[in-house]
């Protein structure tokens, strides 16, 4: 494999005489440079900077190389078939297929490690693969190569009852690891709906509709095995290491936990479980309008009841659901609840926000306490993206995703509404909304780009309406592709230029994932 790459070894002294050999550079860096450039002159910066140009990435994988791959993995591990490749090569989400140039099933963190090093020393893109269920196209493989798919790896390590914690590999998904725990009447909460793998879930900060009572990733991983891109293989929180606190050294845990792929790969994860509550109930209640179903959210909230989920859902929303899942619910802006504890907090949590939720005129309060009733509630409302797709046939699921702080919250959706309407837009939202974290779904039909052009502009209208209201333009789905442009504007120039140093250093071959997270 040869290596193109196009080494700037420049220090920022150097860079000042040679502007010109910019031109080569991509725009990021360009930008990246000109800011280090000013920072240097006005001498706040002494950082010497190594950049690679996006050129260095390989564009083919040579007959060869697959030959490696397969003396590593086995012959049957690796694939370069059309319809694999195919697989391999988008989310669930509106992005368009980007193949890799190769699909390979590792069997064990050596094969995960060892892959890794070939990649490195060949600058050959390299690019995780979870189970697929991602939003914004984090595994299209937008420069080739090839693509790690770690789903295989499906043994739980340790489940530490008495600590609440276990450990997991890479292909366990959270409904796997669900079912295998269910005897020790523990569970792992956070659910993004989909069954997603739990280290993919670590990968992009999954959350979901359970996170108001349990958090989301960010509080529940306490450790995650990484294989770094030369094949170095750590741990995050140092080998065996489990304790609910830690002040020891930098947050490595954080660092990749929403890294995307884009830092190493995470071929183990320790996390939280919690108890299956005593009780548990839930309860679907509707409004006369948007701001009643929202300020009834923030009162719950502000009141400081412990409730585990509490889900908005607009009218358009409930008439895909109804539609799809076969429900016969009001087509109102509506909340769906749920309360989890002992009998007595459960039925106190229940007084408090039926309460509220009267006060700003909600009604007709249907309650499902067995669990089968429950269960094909909170199932249908983890369909609403195949219910909302199947409104328009053809179509694929472009979703918005912005969090804001609660207090915020009902102002943000009120005008967000407005934006639609005047937009001429139609796009149901749903929302986790005791997050003050909302979707906007939209479908994408390929054969009319000028409506995803439309589309495109109000989320990034969204974006920055949460922005300003300090709130994230993606609160749960990552960067991905979709908002490599509206990562400067939300961290800054500074935040921007501090992520792209640590880029650097884990990954300075820029084989990891390429093209993700930063701005093109
Ligand atoms: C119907 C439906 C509904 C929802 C969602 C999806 C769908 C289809 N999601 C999004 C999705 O489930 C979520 O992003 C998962 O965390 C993705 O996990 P996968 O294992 O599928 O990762 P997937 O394979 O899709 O990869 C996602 C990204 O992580 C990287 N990656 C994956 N595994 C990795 C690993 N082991 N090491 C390093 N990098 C890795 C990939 O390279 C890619 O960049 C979601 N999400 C959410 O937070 N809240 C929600 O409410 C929903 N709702
Ligand atoms: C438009 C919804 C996107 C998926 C999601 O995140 C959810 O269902 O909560
Ligand atoms: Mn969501």
Redesign the pocket.
Known sequence: MRDMSMTLDLTLTSLLSNCDRLQGVNMFSQKFIRHALLLSSRGKSGIRCRFRSTQAIAEKVTDGFVEDLRSIVGKANVSTAEAVRDQHGH??SYHETTLPDAVVFAQSVEHVSKVAKLCNDNVVPL??????????G??NALKGGVCLD??QMKNVIEVNAEDFDCTVE?GV?RGELNSYIRDTGLNFPV????D??V???????????NAVRYG??RENVLNME?VLADGTVLWTAGKNKRSRKTSAGYNLTNL?VG????L????KATIRLYGIPEATLSAVVHFPSIQEAVDTTVQVMQCGVPIARIEFLDEAAIDAFNKYSKFDMKVAPSLFLEFHGSPSSVEEQKEVVEEIAKMNNGSNFKWATNADERNRLWKAR?????ACTALVPGSK?YSTDVCVPISNLPAVIVQTKEMLKKENLVGPIVG?VGDGNF?IFFPVDHDHPEALTKIKAMSEKMSLLAMEMHGTCT????I?MGKRELLEKEVGIEGLRAMQIVKNAFDPNQIL?PG?IFPV
């Open positions: 989310d669930e690019i995780p693969f979870g189970s697929g269920t991602g939003l914004e984090g595994i770690i789903s890479s998904t659910d993004p709906g989909a997603a793998s280290c993919g879930m670590c990968a992009t900060s999954a959350s979901g509709t989301t990733m990484v990749f890294s995307e792929g884009t190493g790969i995470i071929t983890h369909e609403i993206v195949y699921p986790h979707h609160g749960e789905h990552g991905g994932n993700k």
